[in-house]
């Protein structure tokens, strides 16, 4: 049995939206809010409780309702989008998918509990700042999603001209092609 780009797409979404709630769930239920876990025993990696009202590294720049309403019309734009073309290949599809269920991942938190729930803390020794804002599954599918696409379009090849500009004419506005 062959599964459709459409089925995978939508698989993709359903897996990343599951791994992103139950993550959550498993920090609810094991992590007090504030509460430090070293991963491996070292401070490369911790596992945090912290409730983000905001954006992206919780950053506040619009109220959280207008923040829903930009998330939900993302999720479907996105949804829109991946099942009205179905001639994406799987490497822009899948990278879309990611973003898609990332950002139904987050609308769920912001609509149960009016925050997201982020518990991945990682130190960037030597870098722009000690620790990286915390994050949750949702944020790194969306990331990888969106730096897949970015990558992705490096490689696509040379853009397709549907008429070359002709070497000895210049072009007006009233009547089109003209000899020089």
């Known amino acids: 049995?062959?599964?459709?780009?459409?089925?995978?797409?939508?698989?993709?979404?359903?897996?990343?939206?599951?791994?992103?709630?139950?993550?959550?769930?498993?920090?609810?239920?094991?992590?007090?809010?504030?509460?430090?876990?070293?991963?491996?025993?070292?401070?490369?990696?911790?596992?945090?409780?912290?409730?983000?009202?905001?954006?992206?590294?919780?950053?506040?720049?619009?109220?959280?309702?207008?923040?829903?309403?930009?998330?939900?019309?993302?999720?479907?734009?996105?949804?829109?989008?991946?099942?009205?073309?179905?001639?994406?290949?799987?490497?822009?599809?899948?990278?879309?998918?990611?973003?898609m269920g990332g950002a139904v991942g987050n609308f769920i938190d912001r609509i149960i509990r009016g925050e997201v729930i982020d518990f991945l803390s990682v130190n960037m020794p030597d870098f722009i700042m000690l620790r990286f804002p915390a994050f949750n599954v949702a944020d790194s599918a969306i990331s990888v999603g969106i730096t897949s696409l970015i990558v992705i379009s490096f490689f696509r090849g040379e853009p397709r001209r549907t008429e070359e500009f002709p070497e000895n004419k210049s072009w007006s506005v009233d009547t089109g092609y003209e000899d020089r």
């Open 1 to 99: 049995m062959r599964i459709n780009h459409r089925a995978r797409y939508l698989l993709t979404v359903a897996v990343i939206i599951c791994l992103d709630q139950v993550t959550k769930f498993l920090i609810r239920y094991f992590v007090n809010p504030g509460e430090i876990i070293r991963v491996f025993n070292n401070d490369m990696i911790w596992l945090v409780y912290v409730l983000n009202p905001g954006m992206a590294f919780g950053i506040r720049v619009i109220p959280p309702f207008v923040l829903m309403i930009i998330t939900f019309t993302a999720a479907v734009g996105l949804g829109i989008f991946i099942y009205r073309n179905p001639s994406l290949t799987p490497w822009q599809g899948i990278p879309f998918s990611l973003i």
